[in-house]
């Protein structure tokens, strides 16, 4: 990937789904506490400056056509027909009840960005569960997405008051090998999806998909690599609560790098496979000072004049 998303691993991801006790949590951090009287307990909490975390919201896309092939065939995946999969009907339906639960747990009014993975499903996703309601002509802002793209009934989803959506290839799923993987040209997104961001050079490269390979499959180790680099980038963000619609593959590799030290049950927390469309949302920490946040709720004290 892009030497721009080169960090060193150096973030810290914990669950926000549940609130363990504090006897049981223990995130990986410099500041673990220890109890004085007993130098030999195990770390059970961590203590970060507020301005070096982000509430992260990880969604995997909705149901797509080739997850249904896929399950009836392994051997469907290396179908050409399943190129650049779209959502089916059923996916639509869990992007509709997604939507619901943002906006009724108020995550919907929260966010400000929308990162995506630059694949059709992912878009259609995206746009579905964190988009305005229906697009009306001669409003002046582009949809999020043209009535019907990517073989949908849908209609146009507005992008009025909504957060900025940018796509980037950093968070894709595996590449290579597998049609449904290999995406459109940017010129054709553009055109379905007129109100995401598609403009970052050093995010989205080329306007055709030269990452994928017909005949290399990219490794475990390779895509929880580019996941680590994804959420280091993350980091040195500005917003402070951000929504990122990927993939299963991509999020399963790159979540099973954090989280080792703590007890089983949050580990699973963290990294334990996404079903389509789940939502799951965890505080990103910065330990190491990637980002430039400065404390804006901290204050210094001064004596009284």
């Given at each position: 990937?892009?030497?721009?998303?080169?960090?060193?691993?150096?973030?810290?991801?914990?669950?926000?789904?549940?609130?363990?006790?504090?006897?049981?949590?223990?995130?990986?951090?410099?500041?673990?506490?220890?109890?004085?009287?007993?130098?030999?307990?195990?770390?059970?909490?961590?203590?970060?400056?507020?301005?070096?975390?982000?509430?992260?919201?990880?969604?995997?896309?909705?149901?797509?056509?080739?997850?249904?092939?896929?399950?009836?065939?392994?051997?469907?995946?290396?179908?050409?027909?399943?190129?650049?999969?779209?959502?089916?009907?059923?996916?639509?339906?869990?992007?509709?009840?997604?939507?619901?639960?943002?906006?009724?747990?108020?995550?919907?009014?929260?966010?400000?960005?929308?990162?995506?993975?630059?694949?059709?499903?992912?878009?259609?996703?995206?746009?579905?569960?964190?988009?305005?309601?229906?697009?009306?002509?001669?409003?002046?802002?582009?949809?999020?997405?043209?009535?019907?793209?990517?073989?949908?009934?849908?209609p146009a989803i507005s992008s009025l008051n909504r957060p900025p959506f940018i796509a980037v290839e950093s968070c894709r799923e595996h590449l290579g090998v597998h049609p449904c993987d290999r995406r459109s040209s940017i010129t054709k997104y553009s055109e379905l999806f007129p109100a995401v961001d598609f403009s970052l050079a050093s995010l989205v490269e080329t306007d055709e998909d030269v990452l994928w390979k017909p005949d290399i499959r990219e490794e475990d180790k390779d895509i929880a690599g580019r996941g680590?680099?994804?959420?280091?980038?993350?980091?040195?963000?500005?917003?402070?609560?951000?929504?990122?619609?990927?993939?299963?593959?991509?999020?399963?590799?790159?979540?099973?790098?954090?989280?080792?030290?703590?007890?089983?049950?949050?580990?699973?927390?963290?990294?334990?496979?996404?079903?389509?469309?789940?939502?799951?949302?965890?505080?990103?920490?910065?330990?190491?000072?990637?980002?430039?946040?400065?404390?804006?709720?901290?204050?210094?004290?001064?004596?009284?004049?």
């Amino acid at each position: 990937m892009n030497s721009t998303l080169s960090f060193p691993h150096s973030i810290s991801i914990s669950s926000v789904s549940h609130l363990p006790s504090p006897r049981t949590l223990s995130p990986r951090c410099c500041c673990n506490s220890i109890p004085s009287q007993d130098m030999e307990a195990k770390p059970s909490q961590g203590l970060y400056p507020l301005h070096r975390c982000k509430t992260i919201h990880l969604v995997r896309h909705a149901q797509g056509v080739h997850n249904v092939e896929g399950e009836k065939n392994h051997d469907a995946y290396f179908s050409e027909d399943l190129f650049d999969a779209h959502l089916t009907p059923l996916g639509w339906q869990q992007v509709d009840n997604l939507r619901k639960h943002v906006k009724a747990s108020g995550i919907s009014n929260r966010i400000e960005l929308v990162v995506v993975s630059s694949l059709l499903r992912t878009l259609q996703t995206a746009v579905g569960t964190f988009g305005g309601e229906g697009y009306i002509d001669g409003v002046d802002a582009p949809p999020l997405m043209k009535a019907g793209a990517g073989d949908s009934d849908r209609p146009a989803i507005s992008s009025l008051n909504r957060p900025p959506f940018i796509a980037v290839e950093s968070c894709r799923e595996h590449l290579g090998v597998h049609p449904c993987d290999r995406r459109s040209s940017i010129t054709k997104y553009s055109e379905l999806f007129p109100a995401v961001d598609f403009s970052l050079a050093s995010l989205v490269e080329t306007d055709e998909d030269v990452l994928w390979k017909p005949d290399i499959r990219e490794e475990d180790k390779d895509i929880a690599g580019r996941g680590v680099k994804f959420m280091n980038w993350l980091s040195t963000r500005r917003e402070k609560e951000i929504a990122v619609v990927t993939h299963s593959g991509f999020l399963y590799h790159t979540l099973n790098s954090f989280g080792n030290d703590c007890v089983p049950s949050v580990k699973s927390e963290i990294s334990s496979h996404f079903a389509n469309c789940e939502l799951r949302s965890v505080v990103l920490v910065d330990k190491c000072m990637i980002g430039s946040d400065p404390p804006v709720t901290n204050y210094p004290g001064r004596s009284s004049e």
